[in-house]
């Protein structure tokens, strides 16, 4: 019985596996981040989880390959891959994990576990069994051009799902192609062995969800998801990757902190204004004065969003400019008078290099004098260790930093809150003593001296003064 198959057959099986295999990956980070966020140590228990089960794999399959016939275990792994992926990579296997009750971390364990893992571990015993169904040759050969051509559909899957697929038609068809891929080389490697009935049920996930982002979403792809959601008084909800970014109506009136930043802005004359996130570019709809407003996002579907989010033409939509906020600081050298950072890519999840000192003294450095840097957190009562810490950092760099929980019903006034609810907003404003980090002690007294100082620079100021205005007359 002929246990091999042909070198075109062959080279499909392994493109399709390693298109599934990477792309697996790729949209499994896609699917977390949308509930707990991107974050460096997310990423890291996701991808060290199926390598692992990469390592299991492989080892297994070196194993089943010297059990008879290898096509039928080939089939079925990849068919079983395929299944798997197709509900673990769609809405209900997503909305299953990321919907306990428990911390980020241990929902992204899980998921890995139980949502991914199995899929890398099945992918990579099919590599063996493929290699298993090679033409003899030489053995070295053979092995080089088997995971050769692996990691070629690797690279094909990672590159169509990011920059072809998802940006493109969305989410959904990524997850399709993933599915697919495995499926047509199940059918491939052994006709016989795998149901047609079964491959047909695995696309029945991702074709829920191509037809839920059809008609619930305003756009779902590689950045984020959007949904505009109706509420009463002709107003609507933008909602970003389950969160609620953005209020809008007839009025053009936004959620409070809105309100509040558009109101200091004002009242501080800081008219050119820097916003890095756009989120429906709702910012200055109902301003009390007139302010020339810059979006910076990375997502370049921003413009169709904010246009049907606001039921507003595109090009009424304001100025965008698509790029990394902090690349985009990096290589300008314009300034403004005010920057705000409002920048979420789920719920908790603010990307952390927007965070950190060396972010933060780089938004400093694009101010005007006396400008100011907004920044918004979403704060939540159990989470006084980051914002502790995020306020921190802002006021090593801001000597002079207030923030204005604006969950309460309470004046428009700035001044530090000991007590938050949702939004907790930062306004630090750009002055000479930014960086000063000298504290006094019993060992270093110097607290008179440095007003003996500051009251001989305001007495030479006023005598300048006094003699510009006596010159004047």
């Not at 997503?94 to 949502?115: D, M, R």
């Not at 799902?161 to 969305?170: I, R």
């Not at 074709?207 to 984020?224: G, K, M």
Request: hydrophobic share 45%; net charge neutral.
């Amino acid at each position: 019985m002929n246990r091999f198959l042909s070198p075109y057959t062959l080279g499909f099986v392994l493109l399709a596996e390693g298109w599934a295999s990477l792309g697996t990956e790729i949209l499994a980070l896609r699917r977390m981040s949308a509930w707990i966020g991107s974050s460096v140590d997310v990423t890291s228990i996701l991808l060290a989880v199926y390598l692992a089960a990469l390592a299991a794999g492989y080892q297994r399959g070196g194993r089943l390959a010297r059990l008879g016939d290898p096509r039928p275990r080939l089939a079925l792994r990849l068919a079983a891959a395929a299944l798997w992926s197709s509900f673990w990579l769609s809405d209900p296997g997503t909305t299953l994990i990321f919907s306990l009750p428990a911390a980020p971390l241990l929902q992204a364990c899980a998921y890995a576990v139980v949502g991914t893992a199995p899929v890398g571990w099945l992918l990579a015993g099919s590599v063996l069994l493929a290699h298993a169904c090679a033409p003899p040759r030489d053995a070295s050969e053979r092995a080089g051009g088997v995971f050769a051509l692996s990691t070629i559909g690797n690279v094909a899957g990672a590159l169509a799902a990011t920059f072809l697929l998802m940006p493109t038609l969305g989410v959904a068809s990524a997850v399709f192609s993933v599915v697919a891929a495995a499926a047509c080389a199940a059918l491939l490697a052994s006709p016989r062995t795998v149901s047609a009935h079964a491959l047909l049920f695995a696309a029945c996930w991702p074709s829920i969800d191509l037809w839920t982002e059809s008609t619930d979403y305003v756009a779902r792809n590689a950045y984020a998801d959007y949904q505009v959601a109706e509420i009463g008084n002709d107003g609507r909800i933008l909602l970003l990757n389950n969160q609620h970014a953005s209020r809008h109506n007839s009025h053009g009136e936004g959620w409070r902190y809105v309100e509040l930043l558009e109101d200091t802005l004002c009242e501080a004359n800081e008219r050119r204004v820097l916003i890095l996130g756009a989120a429906g570019m709702s910012l200055g709809q109902s301003a009390p004065c007139w302010l020339e407003l810059t979006f910076v996002d990375i997502d370049p579907a921003q413009k169709k969003i904010a246009a049907r989010f606001l039921d507003v033409p595109q090009e009424s939509t304001g100025k965008l400019l698509i790029q990394d906020a902090r690349a985009f600081l990096r290589n300008t050298s314009d300034s403004w008078d005010a920057i705000v950072m409002d920048v979420f890519t789920n719920p908790r999840a603010v990307p952390h290099h927007l965070l950190t000192v060396e972010f933060y003294r780089l938004a400093r450095s694009r101010l005007a004098d006396s400008g100011s840097l907004y920044v918004n957190f979403a704060a939540y009562p159990n989470e006084g260790l980051f914002l502790t810490r995020a306020g921190r950092t802002l006021r090593s760099v801001f000597s002079e930093c207030s923030s204005r929980s604006t969950g309460h019903d309470q004046i428009i006034e700035w001044h530090n809150e000991t007590q938050f609810d949702r939004n907790l907003l930062f306004r630090c404003i750009k002055n000479p003593f930014d960086g000063d980090r000298v504290i006094y002690s019993d060992s270093v007294t110097r607290a008179d001296l440095d007003r003996s100082l500051q009251l001989h620079k305001s007495r030479n100021h006023r005598t300048m003064l006094l003699k510009g205005d006596s010159t004047h007359e």
